[in-house]
T-cell receptor, first 111, second 120 residues
Framework: SQQGEEDPQALSIQEGENATMNCSYKTSINNLQWYRQNSGRGLVHLILIRSNEREKHSGRLRVTLDTSKKSSSLLITASRAADTASYFCATLNSGYSTLTFGKGTMLLVSP | EAGVTQFPSHSVIEKGQTVTLRCDPISGHDNLYWYRRVMGKEIKFLLHFVKESKQDESGMPNNRFLAERTGGTYSTLKVQPAELEDSGVYFC??????????????????FGPGTRLLVL
């Protein structure tokens, strides 16, 4: 089965810096979504990018998708301590209705 | 608008006991999904309801797991008897439409806070 994989597994930065996380996948997708999970809490949907889109913005978030390389990146600009969380990419595979998650990137933003 | 809610938030049981998890989706969402994350592993799909019907249950690990959605509203996931390897976080999600409905963002899956299950 397909498996999204995030890179890096962990990232530590200072407030104000940008954070970039990457995700790779293996099969044809309908869309790719990014979620955030704060410690002990549920998954919060951040952004969805469709397979025919290349870039999308939402506030301080910028997502790119390269279907030829089967990869996506999530950029968080001007990071804040409150951005500290685990970030997961999830793909909606073509022909299916369920999400396939990666293992996630743990982001630590220090004040 | 209320989000997806799950109950209980935590459950600690002994091996061999039964546990029932509940999920209340966002009102009006026909699609309901169960996922789980066992320690150190990825979040894995369990099953998908469309209204009261099981659309896809390919992710259910074995017959100790039983999911229901009577009336197409809330759903329950029962584990009987529970085993040690069932420990993890069980997430529920709902979406307004099925993902193959084109032209909108209504297929976004909104997740609940999860139920943390520990089997001793």
């Amino acid at each position: 089965s397909q498996q999204g994989e995030e890179d890096p597994q962990a990232l530590s930065i200072q407030e104000g810096e940008n954070a970039t996380m990457n995700c790779s996948y293996k099969t044809s997708i309908n869309n790719l979504q990014w979620y955030r999970q704060n410690s002990g809490r549920g998954l919060v949907h951040l952004i969805l990018i469709r397979s025919n889109e290349r870039e999308k913005h939402s506030g301080r978030l910028r997502v790119t998708l390269d279907t030829s390389k089967k990869s996506s990146s999530l950029l968080i600009t001007a990071s804040r301590a409150a951005d500290t969380a685990s970030y997961f990419c999830a793909t909606l595979n073509s022909g299916y209705s369920t999400l396939t998650f990666g293992k996630g990137t743990m982001l630590l933003v220090s004040p | 608008e209320a989000g997806v809610t799950q109950f209980p938030s935590h459950s600690v049981i002994e091996k061999g006991q039964t546990v029932t998890l509940r999920c209340d989706p966002i009102s009006g969402h026909d699609n309901l999904y169960w996922y789980r994350r066992v320690m150190g592993k990825e979040i894995k799909f369990l099953l998908h309801f469309v209204k009261e019907s099981k659309q896809d249950e390919s992710g259910m690990p074995n017959n100790r797991f039983l999911a229901e959605r009577t009336g197409g509203t809330y759903s329950t996931l029962k584990v009987q008897p529970a085993e040690l390897e069932d420990s993890g976080v069980y997430f529920c999600a709902s979406s307004q439409v099925t993902p193959w409905t084109s032209g909108s963002l209504k297929e976004t899956q909104y997740f609940g806070p999860g139920t943390r299950l520990l089997v001793l």
